[in-house]
């Protein structure tokens, strides 16, 4: 258990619809990352936010955004669903700094997403 | 884009048995991490071992070491008595704030 937790495990959704992936961090992490697993695209980065603010941005789509809020929790919303938005979305947090390079993340179970 | 290149889609070997999993990268920093993380059948994110690219001493983590070849932008990991819990997919991953990843290898451990 990485201390990491994501919620819900599995959506099922709709083309067209809008959903909420929540992410809650390892105690004392400020730093949250969201990545996408999908078959075609593999792993890939979409966005890190520090202590409430964006730090890092990826190949995040326009319709998906993200916020962390004060308790340090975060928040993925995808909307204008499409077939090719199913993957598994990871969440991960840190302690990163803004100095030094040592970045260990820990990631959570991820949400399996799938779009009908 | 910085990229992280693993050649060997698959591997399977039989338990106790030595394996190693190639990867090379691209980067133009001079300071960063590498990393190889495994993911079991659960889907689980599992860090298996880590170096940092200013040192030049090999990591190593029980039964897994690396051989990390800077100029040549190398990194690969070896897995020694191999244990039917390893079979998973294996990334090699580069970053420090944002992680790239490689396509993964998936290695199977046969009893």
């Known amino acids: 258990d990485s201390g990491v937790t994501q919620t819900p495990k599995h959506l099922i959704t709709a083309t067209g619809q809008r959903v909420t992936l929540r992410c809650s961090p390892r105690?004392?992490?400020?730093?949250v990352y969201w990545y996408q697993q999908s078959l075609d695209q593999g792993l890939q980065f979409l966005i890190q936010?520090?202590?409430?603010?964006?730090?890092a941005k990826g190949n995040i789509l326009e319709r998906f955004s993200a916020q962390q809020f004060p308790d340090l929790h975060s928040e993925l919303n995808l909307s204008s669903l499409e077939l090719g938005d199913s993957a598994l979305y990871f969440c991960?947090?840190?302690?990163?700094?803004?100095?030094?390079?040592?970045?260990?993340?820990?990631f959570g179970p991820g949400t399996r997403l799938t779009v009908l | 884009a910085q990229t992280v290149t693993q050649s060997q889609p698959e591997m399977s070997v039989q338990e106790a048995e030595t394996v190693t999993l190639s990867c090379t990268y691209d980067t133009s920093e001079s300071n960063y991490y590498l990393f190889w993380y495994k993911q079991p059948p659960s889907r689980q994110m599992i860090l298996v071992i880590r170096?940092?690219?200013?040192?030049?001493q090999n990591a190593t983590e029980n039964r897994f070491s690396v051989n990390f070849q800077k100029a040549a932008k190398s990194f690969s990991l070896k897995i020694s008595d191999s244990q039917l819990g390893d079979t998973a997919m294996y990334f090699c991953v580069k970053g420090a704030q944002k992680l790239v990843f490689g396509q993964g290898t998936r290695l199977t451990i046969n009893p």
């Open positions: 936010y520090y202590n409430g603010e964006e730090r």
């Open positions: 991960a947090s840190s302690p990163w700094r803004t100095s030094g390079v040592d970045n260990e993340q820990f």
């Open positions: 105690s004392g992490d400020l730093s």
């Open positions: 170096q940092e690219a200013y040192k030049q």
